[in-house]
Structures are given as C-alpha cells and as structure tokens.
C-alpha cells in the first residue's frame, strides 16, 4: 500500500522522466472514455428508434467535439510542460 501511496505523490506534478503527471493522465482517460462512448452511437446509429436517432447523434458529436478539445488541451500541455 506505501508503494502506491508514494507513486501517486510522485506523479502529481508536471511530467517526470519516469511517470507522466496527474493532467496528462486524466486527459488521456477522459479522451477515451469519450472515444468508448463515442463509438458505439455512431456504429449502432440505424438501430436506435427514429425518435431517438436525433439525441443519440447529439451525444455522438458533442462527445467527438470532447475528444477535440482534450487533444488540444493535451498539445498545450505537451508544448508548455
């Protein structure tokens, strides 16, 4: 339990040459959480009734446009880290 206590405290800052840090991480999870949930509305779109079909391709673009905007967030981080 110590070991995973000291790798958390150890990642916490900016990146090292060992361990990325906390945000490049959670930018990396988040993207794809977003890609998982993505991928299936678009794959399975057709099936959906006719009256979900507009909601479903809502959450599938604004889940895509999330995916966007981390990258972004993680070339900024990359450039200014």
């Given at each position: 339990m110590a070991s995973g206590i000291r790798w958390v405290t150890s990642c916490n800052g900016p990146n090292s040459k060992s361990h990325y840090?906390?945000?490049?991480?959670?930018?990396?999870w988040?993207?794809?959480?977003?890609?998982?949930?993505?991928?299936?509305?678009g794959w399975f779109?057709?099936?959906?009734?006719?009256?979900?079909?507009?909601?479903?391709?809502?959450?599938?673009?604004?889940?895509g446009e999330c995916v966007i905007v981390l990258l972004v967030a993680r070339l900024a981080w990359?450039?200014?880290?």
């Open positions: 840090g906390v945000l490049p991480q959670a930018f990396h988040l993207t794809l959480i977003c890609v998982i949930g993505a991928w299936p509305l779109m057709d099936d959906f009734p006719k009256a979900a079909q507009p909601s479903a391709l809502f959450a599938h673009m604004m889940l990359r450039i200014v880290g």
